[in-house]
């Protein structure tokens, strides 16, 4: 049985993975930690979980106590994993990091968009980006998981094939993506509220969007080369979901079967699913679980594709991914505690 802690243990990537663990067949959560909750049980804050860690209860951070994990969750703010991880892979536990702490390759970038030092810059070249389509052999030698983000999941996810089979112009591509409320977190913002964000629909830094520059390094490892993206998301009333409706320009022949050359590429992948021709994914479809679906469009038989890529930003986007990475780590099975389907209605 595989050992494991969650450091920020309050929030929604904390709760969930909490909710997608308490079924996993191979790991034990034996400690969560949470310095304004330390005491709490778990599931006198989570009823959902009532049942399942009744004795489970948050602590205070310890590296002594997390260095007795096999592996550590951090679905912490951006910042603290800097502070921790360093010891923990000391003590020979492996870090998993749901924050954007080690996503970045170039330091200067990240201190650039997230208006702090960087805390741990000699982990920075060790950290494995853990977007499993991409980097699966990588990830089952890391002992530093870097979380993808819920936006870069979707939108890498729709775009990389097309990159690499040298079917879209790299300088022409736009991201045209929706997130429900809890991709803000659940920390109270006025924002997030229901009377504020209900009913309405908005878009928001459209300046730049500090995923920008991850979808942006993905994209341009994918291409071996410079990309041009523009990205623009925008906030929906619905508590979790994303919806990436991607364009590019297609530099393919026409006959070219987008749909084939789609369902090709990820035929051997057990979280994407390629829709059937003609499809529209929607959020719902994958509310609760650790698919991507993608359906992909030639609109009126033009030079423009559209790919639509829909994921549960707290899922797939987020603590779903982590362990999925988990797995892999572990030499697990890859779906191991997340082959549940999707909820509905």
């Known amino acids: 049985m595989i050992k494991v802690g969650i450091v920020g243990g309050t929030g929604y990537t904390g709760v969930e993975l909490l909710r997608l663990l308490a079924r996993h067949s191979g790991v034990s959560v034996e400690a969560i930690t949470s310095r304004s909750e330390a005491g709490v049980r778990v599931c006198d804050i989570y009823p959902n979980l009532r049942g399942h860690y009744q004795e489970l209860a948050f602590s205070e951070p310890n590296?002594?106590?997390?260095?007795?994990?096999?592996?550590?969750?951090?679905?912490?703010?951006?910042?603290?994993?800097?502070?921790?991880?360093?010891?923990?892979?000391?003590?020979?536990?492996?870090?998993i990091d749901l924050s954007a702490?080690?996503?970045?390759?170039?330091?200067?970038?990240?201190?650039?968009?997230?208006?702090?030092?960087?805390?741990?810059?000699s982990l920075v070249k060790e950290a494995v980006y853990g977007l499993p389509e991409m980097n699966r052999n990588a990830i089952k030698q890391a002992r530093l998981i870097a979380v993808p983000g819920c936006y870069p999941t979707a939108v890498q996810l729709g775009f990389i094939p097309l990159l690499q089979a040298g079917m879209v112009d790299p300088g022409q591509l736009i991201a045209d993506c929706k997130t429900g409320v809890t991709g803000a977190g659940r920390a109270a913002k006025v924002g997030s509220l229901l009377a504020e964000a209900g009913e309405s629909l908005k878009a928001y830094a459209a300046g730049g969007h500090r995923h920008l520059p991850e979808i942006r390094q993905g994209l341009?490892?994918?291409?071996?080369?410079?990309?041009?993206?523009?990205?623009?998301?925008?906030?929906?009333?619905?508590?979790?979901?994303?919806?990436?409706?991607?364009?590019?320009?297609?530099?393919?022949?026409?006959?070219?079967?987008?749909?084939?050359?789609?369902?090709?590429w990820y035929a051997q992948e057990p979280f994407v699913d390629v829709?059937?021709?003609?499809?529209?994914?929607?959020?719902?479809?994958?509310?609760?679980?650790?698919?991507?679906?993608?359906?992909?469009?030639?609109p009126a038989g033009g030079d423009t594709v559209v790919v639509l890529s829909v994921i549960d930003n707290l899922v797939k986007g987020a603590s779903g991914q982590a362990i999925q990475n988990l797995n892999l780590m572990f030499g697990l099975d890859e779906t191991t505690g997340l082959d549940a389907p999707a909820i509905m209605p």
């Open 63 to 95: 590296a002594e106590q997390l260095g007795e994990m096999d592996a550590v969750f951090f679905a912490t703010p951006h910042g603290v994993a800097h502070a921790l991880a360093g010891d923990l892979l000391d003590r020979g536990t492996r870090v």
């Open 101 to 121: 702490d080690f996503r970045l390759r170039d330091i200067a970038e990240w201190e650039a968009w997230y208006g702090q030092a960087h805390g741990a810059p």
């Open 220 to 264: 341009v490892e994918a291409h071996n080369g410079e990309v041009d993206l523009t990205f623009m998301p925008h906030l929906t009333p619905m508590i979790r979901g994303i919806h990436a409706t991607l364009y590019g320009r297609l530099t393919a022949e026409p006959e070219v079967d987008l749909q084939a050359m789609l369902e090709s």
């Open 275 to 298: 829709m059937p021709a003609g499809s529209h994914p929607e959020t719902r479809s994958v509310k609760g679980n650790n698919v991507c679906r993608l359906a992909v469009h030639r």
